[in-house]
């Protein structure tokens, strides 16, 4: 039976991957890999908005940060939307919990994208304090997103999908999303 560790990481974020295998353990292997990207897009940001300026490195980093976000969210968020949440979201009719939680993340799933463009924009244009600022609010956002599914949505999950069979049918289900685009499920490697 699964369940969940309250274990704090230096970091003060909830560690449930003791004792989460598979669905959990890969989803939150994701989100490890994805924090480290935004701490080079904050990184970039804090830099253009103290010189004003692009330089290559600026778009190197940028380029580099986009080539793996670009790829890894959109799964990341399918796994969540499509193979995570709907298994909620029966739990949650049966149980009558609130839906909050869900709809919290569904909302920000669709913000980060609008974000997400405006900050290429600025890219585009070489407007090096207009992108600055939103690789710095896209990164805290995200970021909070993060926090937010693995203090409320995770936990959740790791009380209420208990099913074995289920957990593994989610699991490959995952691994065959990430297979169609050539990758491995992050936690897999
Ligand atoms: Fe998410
Ligand atoms: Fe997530």
Redesign the pocket.
């Known amino acids: 039976m699964l369940t969940t560790t309250q274990n704090e990481t230096v970091s003060g974020v909830k560690d449930h991957r003791l004792h989460c295998p598979g669905v959990l353990a890969r989803?939150q292997a994701?989100?490890d890999d994805i924090r480290k990207r935004l701490d080079v897009l904050e990184a970039v940001g804090h830099d253009l908005l103290a010189s004003g300026r692009f330089t290559r490195r600026h778009l190197a980093s940028m380029c580099d940060a986009f080539a793996f976000l670009d790829v890894v969210v959109p799964l990341?968020t399918a796994d969540?939307e499509e193979t995570l949440f709907p298994e909620l979201c029966l739990r949650e009719r049966r149980t009558s919990r609130p839906s909050r939680a869900l709809a919290i993340a569904r909302s920000e799933h669709a913000g980060h994208g609008v974000l997400d463009l405006r900050l290429k924009i600025a890219v585009l244009r070489r407007e090096a304090k207009a992108a600055g600022r939103l690789a710095v609010d896209l990164a805290r956002e995200y970021r909070d997103?993060?926090c937010h599914?693995e203090q409320s949505l995770f936990p959740w999950a790791a009380e209420v999908l208990t099913d074995p069979e289920l957990l593994a049918e989610m699991e490959k289900e995952m691994r065959e999303r990430w297979r169609d685009c050539g990758m491995d499920v992050p936690g897999m490697r």
């Open positions: 989803l994701c989100h990341h969540e997103h993060l599914e």
